[in-house]
């Protein structure tokens, strides 16, 4: 209990502390909200798709979380780096509870900052169809935190260093997120592309986000939420695994 | 002699090598300072890692303060305070969120934790920095912050592992003056390593010198000065341990450089 709380708190303490992060990882939601919102809003009105600012609102609030929460877990490859890792693995607690407690501190923040860019996207406009979808909403934005949290533990469990970070952006974050439907709608894709979406955990989680937030998505409320909290599990479990073998 | 470490016939070998630590027997007597010594590569930092339940032995048995690292790690844990060659202190906390920290993953009560601190952070002269952000500190004060925190649970040992690294010979001595400080008021069994003879010759009451995974001569000072006929301990270690250059592997200064020109450049 002690090393889950305890590290918890470290993460939380951390993010609260360096406002350049906050607002540095605002920035690229603001730009995509803006350049992509505004600049194939148009196109996207002819075709008859209706208001595509509102449409990739909940994506880009999912993309927020992805990129932060993965990041999150591979500060623990900074802290085997800088050598902080150590000091944890001496203390007479379970690593199963030095992993818990990262990677829920990691999902808070990453869920902090997906709120943050929930208020953002209305600040350019975007207007929820109801402020009570928002409370499930916001459990969702956790759900997609604490999925790509343990993701991200698992990955920095398995890397030495962080020679292959520009790797997993590049063959991991990236592809989830361009292929998960935060930027186009899944229902009119070729098959093919429908088929790797379905593979994605952000689909279903930037799904359940459009039907609370738009009334609108592909997949039913209990598929998207029964595939996150599935997902959850398999990723704890293998984040636990890998985190055991880790020697430092 | 009461033994708190006991280590018998302890063998660590990695995949197909040669083992970095082949058969070694020794005892570390209750509230003694202890220094281990040898050639980059000996075997001191795998031996010191396996006896703070960092790595399993391949064979071998150890007991610490009556525990079996294998068997029941926490308690050995609960034991011994560290403090490791490379820094690992959070820099983005304070000097208090650090031992604090501590206490808490150590189960420390609150009250005792607080008082601990305070007394601690006196004891290493820190009192007036306790809520700057460690990454402003100089190297010397890190050091002096980690054993304070390597202290903070009461332990009955103390692991430094080359504690003196890269501080400058005031800093050292000051070091030093703690640790013996300790070891007579408080009865904490010190074991370190270093790789400056005089310091070990200076402060241990015993020497262990590890050379090629197995230990090659062991006794006070004055006796391997003795046995080897050498008038300092640096002789003597060379005339144990041979003249030749060790292999050594990437400092880790080398490496936390590489690490942040990646980061800077890595940033999304």
């Known amino acids: ?248 | 002699m009461d033994a708190i470490i006991t280590v018998e016939h302890l063998t660590k070998t990695f995949g197909e090598g040669p083992a970095a630590v082949q058969d070694i027997s020794f005892t570390v007597a209750r509230g003694s300072i202890v220094a281990f010594l040898g050639p980059n590569g000996a075997g001191k930092s795998t031996t010191i890692k396996m006896l703070t339940t960092l790595l399993r032995p391949t064979a071998g048995t150890i007991r610490i303060a009556g525990h079996d690292p294998a068997t029941n790690p926490d308690a050995v844990r609960h034991a011994f305070g560290i403090v490791f060659q490379d820094p690992s202190l959070d820099e983005d906390l304070t000097a208090f969120e650090n031992l604090e920290f501590h206490g808490v993953l150590y189960g420390v009560p609150k009250e005792t934790r607080r008082a601990r601190i305070t007394e601690l952070l006196a004891l290493v002269e820190l009192s007036d920095r306790k809520d700057d952000f460690v990454r402003n500190f100089s190297g010397g004060m890190k050091r002096r912050l980690e054993i304070a925190r390597g202290l903070l649970h009461h332990p009955q040992i103390l692991f430094l592992d080359e504690p003196t690294l890269g501080l400058d010979p005031q800093t050292r001595n000051h070091l030093w003056s703690y640790v013996e400080k300790l070891n007579r008021e408080e009865g904490i069994t010190v074991f370190f390593t270093t790789h400056y003879m005089e310091e070990a010759d200076r402060v241990a009451q015993h020497i262990a010198i590890i050379d090629h995974g197995r230990i090659v001569a062991e006794g006070s000072g004055a006796a391997l000065k003795k046995q080897t006929k050498s008038n300092s301990l640096e002789d003597a270690f060379l005339m144990l341990t041979g003249n030749e250059i060790r292999a050594e592997a990437g400092n880790s200064l080398d490496r936390m450089r590489n690490m942040r020109s990646m980061h800077r450049g890595a940033r999304r």
């Open chain 1, 1 to 248: 209990m002690n090393g889950i709380s305890v590290m918890w708190l470290r993460e939380v303490k951390r993010f609260f502390r360096s406002k350049s992060r906050i607002v540095g990882s605002l920035g690229q939601p603001l730009l995509f909200l803006v350049a992509l919102g505004y600049g194939l809003g148009p196109v996207f009105q002819q075709a008859g798709q209706g208001n595509y600012l509102e449409f990739i609102a909940p994506g880009i609030i999912g993309m927020s979380i992805i990129f932060t929460s993965i990041f999150n877990g591979m500060q623990v490859i900074w802290d085997r780096q800088f050598g902080f890792l150590k000091e944890t693995m001496v203390a007479p607690v379970s690593r199963l509870s030095i992993m818990f407690g990262r990677t829920l501190g990691g999902a808070t923040v990453a869920a902090l900052q997906g709120a943050l860019v929930l208020v953002l996207t209305m600040l350019v406009g975007f207007r929820p169809i109801s402020w009570t979808g928002i409370i499930p909403a916001l459990v969702v934005m956790l759900l997609i935190a604490l999925l790509f949290s343990a993701l991200g533990m698992v990955v920095a469990s398995l890397l030495r260093d962080m020679q292959g970070f520009q790797l997993i952006m590049n063959f991991l974050v990236m592809p989830l997120f361009f292929l998960s439907g935060a930027l186009f709608p899944l229902n009119n894709v070729p098959p093919a592309l429908l088929l790797v979406a379905r593979f994605d955990p952000l689909s279903y989680g930037v799904d359940a986000l459009r039907l609370f937030l738009l009334g609108q998505g592909v997949f039913n409320i209990t598929l998207d939420i029964a595939v996150l909290v599935g997902m959850i599990g398999v990723f704890l479990a293998l984040g636990s695994y890998f985190f055991s073998r880790i020697e430092v």
